[in-house]
């Protein structure tokens, strides 16, 4: 981040509620949030905090039931449904916590679909998802179908399949959900190579303290908002409202979450009184 840059999110006052049954619940509250170009950052905390909603937003799957966000400036959620999907299938990638890849169809095939989707050449899709998945280190796999890769290699597809149209942002929520401790370590230096790599900028949700550490930025989030974390941390400086900078979680829940986070443990637990 330099001195004066657009956000590439901007988050001013969200607030989304779902009404459910006659009763309204608020989900993301005021929240106000920012990303830069390239960054890395982990969303966490515990359960029904609101994290995946929060994604969702920023992947304009779901919009705010009030305040806005703007995308390198633009308020997005102006544009019409065609003009979302439109900006979602050319700057967005998702990569979720299950993989959904095709089971009939090989890996290259695969990442090839958001190619042939969108009418490109075969021999043009063919290269590019091959490219990809020798970044993604599945070079000697590329014919092999998912009942034939491990875990971490689907997911390893997955991402790149979400990388294919060379998105500005990749979107991941849980995505070492299902995965042991050292497959899940590959997906995470995955990650981290590839925003190196190609500068594209990484938000993933996460309960994984192993993988939220290797982000540069953490982010904390409960009933909706964010939370307080550890004092001038510089790291989340221009990302949060100022003054959350130099604040402490005055709550018990909140301070126990931030306990759990700077302990690695986590996160998933219920935060209850």
């Known amino acids: 981040m330099t001195e004066g840059e657009t956000p590439l999110i901007d988050l001013e006052k969200v607030t989304k509620r779902f009404t459910h049954r006659g009763e309204t619940l608020t989900v993301l509250e005021d929240l106000d949030f920012r990303i830069f170009r390239g960054d890395r950052i982990a969303i966490m905390g515990p359960s029904g905090a609101g994290k995946s909603t929060l994604l969702q937003v920023m992947g304009t799957l779901d919009a705010p039931t009030e305040g806005r966000m703007t995308f390198d400036g633009e308020e997005i959620f102006r544009r019409s449904s065609r003009g979302l999907a439109k900006f979602r299938n050319d700057q967005i990638g998702f990569v979720f916590q299950f993989h959904h890849l095709l089971p009939e169809f090989t890996a290259l095939e695969n990442v090839m679909m958001p190619g042939l ?101 953490r982010v904390l989030v409960d009933e909706g908002k964010l939370i307080p974390q550890q004092p001038g941390d510089e790291r989340v400086r221009g990302r949060v409202p100022e003054e959350l900078m130099d604040a402490t979680p005055q709550e018990p829940g909140q301070m126990r979450l931030v306990e759990a986070v700077a302990s690695n443990e986590e996160t998933s637990v219920e935060l209850e009184d």
């Open 117 to 217: 989707i969108g009418r490109m050449s075969r021999g043009a899709a063919e290269q590019r998802a091959e490219e990809l998945l020798a970044d993604v280190g599945l070079a000697g796999r590329v014919h092999h179908q998912p009942g034939e890769l491990s875990g971490g290699e689907q997911q390893r597809v997955a991402v790149a399949r979400a990388l294919f149209k060379k998105p500005r942002l990749l979107l991941a929520d849980e995505p070492t959900g299902n995965l042991d401790l050292r497959t899940g370590a590959g997906i995470h230096a995955t990650l981290r190579e590839l925003n190196e790599k190609t500068g594209v900028t990484v938000v993933v949700v996460t309960h994984d303290p192993r993988l939220a550490e290797t982000m540069p930025i």
